[in-house]
């Protein structure tokens, strides 16, 4: 189904930033992400133009002064009569979680809201039908709810952590702005956290966005810096000695917490990308391979015992195997297929899960990371093992 989105901006306020990002912006960048077929621009849209001429083609912004002239603008976008319509005010600010759950509820038939509370009122934001639409526009553009002919039609959608938020001028607007999208990250992270991620690394991580998120760091970059700590983690775990296997593990733990940041900052700043998140993947596989690498090197130069370079090797053979398991029997697959497959769900959410690196830390301090080497690599032959049984049973079963 066709979707286009409609940003209201009768005054100024779009300008409004957070994370140092124009509301109006944020919008516009969220929005595209999702996909969405067209993006128009309806209102005072000169102070506009300047942040949004590199996304938006120039026919998409609609110069209006005159509410009275709401109806030309409508009839003058040419919408099919099938299609939905998300229709919002430049200055909300709102997550990618809650915006996908309006444009999902959208899919229906129906008019769909979110109410977004600001410190001046609450205002909305809809998905609707062509033939509803000169009636939101008058409505939102006014907030004079006198103008709507339908809200007993319209279906409360609720968004997480307070968002949809309306954002007026001043610095206190913009601090509850960016404290509502950092309490936000949580329900965009839970369904792939471990216990430990969810209840300890992402306090910490959440903490070294909201500092990050104010400066010119990158999420790429960012991905970098853990990939490297991870490195100094490994490269340490490979030395013999109590107290450098200690500080690698450690470090290594840092770099897992730290892993979490770059993509809160991506979606803060909205910045999230197709290159950045298989960069995360691959620079995520490099550090495992080096902290599995490190930490047999280092039992080798510790005792001499050629058998842990030997388990290793197994290893890693069993790492390759578990890579060829999870392309044929999750990455090929349909979403859909992956839904109706709750077993495969839970081992995507084991092999997501990075909670191993407090295990690493405790058996180093106990001087016993033998019994990591050895589990893992029993471990990743028995998980692969577990994907291709799983995939075969529920293709007999289909």
């Not at 400066?215 to 991870?230: F, K």
């Not at 015992?305 to 090797?313: E, H, K, N, Q, V």
């Amino acid at each position: 189904m066709e979707k286009t989105a409609i940003i209201l901006a009768p005054d100024d306020r779009g300008l409004q930033p957070v994370f140092g990002i124009p509301a109006v912006r944020r919008l516009a960048l969220l929005i595209l992400q999702m996909g969405l077929r067209a993006v128009h621009i309806v209102g005072h849209v000169n102070p506009l133009t300047a942040i949004l001429s590199d996304l938006l083609p120039p026919q998409a912004f609609h110069q209006l002064d005159d509410p009275s002239s709401l109806d030309r603008v409508a009839e003058g976008l040419a919408l099919l009569d099938e299609e939905r319509v998300l229709v919002l005010k430049a200055n909300l600010v709102i997550d990618r979680h809650s915006l996908a759950r309006l444009i999902e509820a959208g899919n229906n038939s129906g008019l769909y809201y979110m109410e977004a509370v600001g410190e001046n009122g609450a205002e909305r934001l809809y998905v609707c039908s062509p033939a509803d639409l000169v009636s939101v526009f008058r409505g939102l553009w006014s907030l004079d709810s006198s103008y709507f002919t339908i809200p007993d039609k319209a279906q409360l959608v609720r968004g997480v952590a307070g968002l949809p938020y309306a954002a007026d001028k001043g610095e206190e607007q913009t601090r509850s702005a960016e404290a509502k999208l950092i309490a936000a990250l949580s329900f965009q992270t839970a369904a792939g956290d471990g216990f430990l991620a969810r209840h300890f690394d992402r306090r910490i991580s959440r903490a070294i966005s909201e500092r990050l998120a104010r400066t010119r760091a990158t999420p790429n970059q960012i991905t970098l810096g853990g990939m490297t700590i991870g490195l100094i983690g490994a490269y340490l775990l490979s030395w013999p000695g109590y107290w450098s296997h200690l500080i690698g593990s450690l470090l290594f733990l840092f770099c897992v917490i730290v892993d979490g940041v770059d993509g809160e900052v991506a979606r803060l700043t909205v910045q999230e990308t197709r290159f950045g998140h298989y960069l995360d993947i691959i620079t995520d596989n490099i550090v495992h391979g080096a902290i599995f690498a490190g930490i047999a090197f280092g039992l080798y130069h510790d005792t001499g015992d050629g058998g842990y370079l030997r388990a290793l090797w197994f290893l890693m053979g069993g790492f390759g195997l578990s890579i060829v398991a999870v392309y044929h029997c999750i990455l090929r697959r349909s979403p859909d297929e992956l839904r109706r497959s709750p077993i495969t769900i839970r081992l995507m959410t084991l092999l997501a899960s990075r909670d191993f690196a407090y295990l690493v830390v405790v058996l180093a301090i106990f001087n016993r990371l033998s019994w990591f080497l050895i589990g893992a690599a029993a471990g990743s032959y028995l998980f692969a093992a577990a994907l291709w049984i799983i995939s075969i049973r529920e293709k007999a079963n289909a």
